[in-house]
């Protein structure tokens, strides 16, 4: 993933007007997404400002929360082709990939032909990707990252946008399998979904017990989603977002001269981290009518870039201490 924070030399008239276009755009799809979601909304703006990033996101919450209804809904909204693939331990990874089968013609010669499998659509649901072996997991490791699939030595492009909306349960660990640091590195955030407001879960009583439920519309289409994602690649970044990208990004790892963090931290984040707070700021300025990001971008979406991409010391952990306690400390230093 490689980020550009120079200026592009769009004019500033120019990019004010694709900004614009893009704002309605994205009123849109948030209205489109309401329609079925109620309330969540720090739930819904990261995913979509993932989304828009041309990113991956993890969606962690315990069973009921809407994770699935809401990767359905924005598949709709956004006129993406979805697959679905429900996770289970004994989920191989050519049901993810596909397959190689022999067939014969009519005089007999045989060949081989390569089935594709779920994971060529625009936007992926992987369903409880923690109840999968690490074999099958580590399958969308080269389609995450690079966007293409390798079978049988040949070389298979995925469609475009392409992303993955994992869900995770946080519960249940019996029998689950916790996904690999390097395979969480490839989500751009890690979203975690709480309980509804008593307001929102009065809605959500009134309006999905009925005869009928509200369905997701379309208002969106792939090709449009992608000229959004190179307008949020285009915007300029300023010098302090920078600094501040780095210098929190920089203050997670132990041995970088900050005592908190040598205290409690075992390894932290790695350049891709500061990749994604790049994109995500970028994309989290638009979605809110802005044409650049500013260092309360940074602070906003420190907790789900960073959070997946550290871990604890044994000691730490024994404390009670937790992720999130750390990078809230260490975003008040930017």
Known sequence: MSVMVKESPISEK????EAEKALADISRIRDGVGRVIFGQESVVERTLVALLAGGHALLVGVPGLAKTKLVEALGIVLGLDSRR????????????????????DEIGKRSFRFISGPIFAQLLMADEINRASPRTQSALLQAMQEYHVTIAG???????????????????????YPLPEAQLDRFLMQVDILYPEIEAERRILLETTGIEDAKAQNVLQPARLKEIQTLIRRMPVPESVVEAILTLVRSARPGQGNAETD?????????RASQALMLCTRARALYEGRL???IDDVRALAEP????????????????TSVRDVVAKLTKGI
């Open 263 to 271: 205290k409690h931290v075992a390894w932290g984040p790695g350049p």
């Open 14 to 17: 120019d990019m004010i007007a």
């Open 85 to 104: 693939i429900q996770f289970t331990p004994d989920l191989m990874p050519s049901d993810i990939l596909g397959s190689e089968v022999m067939e014969q």
């Open 154 to 176: 040949a070389r298979y492009d995925l469609p475009a946008p392409f992303h993955v909306l994992a869900t995770q349960n946080p519960l249940e660990q019996e029998g689950t």
């Open 305 to 320: 870039v960073l959070q997946h991409r550290m871990a604890l010391t044994f000691a730490a952990r024994a404390e009670g």
């Open 292 to 294: 650049a990001p500013s």
